[in-house]
């Protein structure tokens, strides 16, 4: 993987970029990360195909304009520095008192909220992405959940901005290795659309994806 450096920051080379998705599906399982993105596997259940049917209807709604809000769907996005490209389902563009256009992202789910970072992480990705590409600030964004059909609005604080950023360089890593990590077994495993594929009670010994950050940060050792 070849990396650039201007004005002191480390950049990614354009063929170089992964998929801002991939953050989730890292977060979620470093194994299923990787038999997508390294060994180019899919496999659907209800639970993905009523994602993707979700998503597709949003990208496909085109663009709003009204006074003081602009809404562009299917956005395309992308950071040199976090080595990300993609996608944001909806960006809204807010106009402020001074003139200026303030970008805020807008991510769609399916379900409900998740107890893990996964969803903030990857909203938190395209407002870095549209913070890069616009020369603006993205203090804030929305996730929209079906099951509560209401928005949830996600602060970018230092906090989840360094999550962020440390989860790409995580899959970066793992993805830069093109090695599939050994499967393990956890309770959400039964809902993943691989374990056909995956067999993850094959293996008994558990790790984490936070338990992978910490690995590939260094930390705990």
């Known amino acids: 993987m070849t990396r650039s450096t201007t004005n002191l920051k480390t950049l990614y080379n354009e063929d170089d970029l992964i998929m801002i998705s991939a953050l989730q599906h890292f977060l ?35 663009s709003e304009s009204r006074r003081k809000v602009r809404v562009e769907f299917d956005m395309p996005i992308r950071s040199l520095e976090l080595g990300l490209i993609g996608r944001a389902d909806v960006v809204e563009f807010h106009l402020q008192d001074d003139g200026q256009w303030q970008p805020y992202p807008v991510e769609y789910k399916r379900g409900r909220p998740k107890k893990d ?30 099951k509560k059909k209401r928005r949830t609005v996600v602060k970018f604080d230092s906090r989840l901005r360094q999550t962020t950023r440390e989860t790409a360089k995580a899959l970066h890593d793992l993805l830069g290795n093109c ?32 338990g992978y950050l910490r690995r590939a940060t260094g930390e705990g050792e």
């Open 117 to 146: 970072d996964s969803d903030l992480v990857q909203l938190c990705a395209q407002a870095l992405c549209l913070e890069e590409m616009l020369a603006v600030e993205v203090p804030e964004g929305a996730l929209y959940y079906g």
């Open 179 to 210: 090695r599939t990590p050994l499967p393990e077994y956890r309770r959400r495993c039964n809902s993943c659309s691989f374990i056909d594929l995956c067999l993850p009670k094959t293996v008994g010994k558990r790790r984490t994806a936070s």
């Open 28 to 62: 979620f399982c470093p194994r299923q990360c990787a038999l997508i993105h390294i060994e180019q596997l899919w496999q659907e259940n209800r639970l993905t195909a009523e994602g993707r049917i979700l998503h597709e209807r949003v990208h496909s709604a085109g």
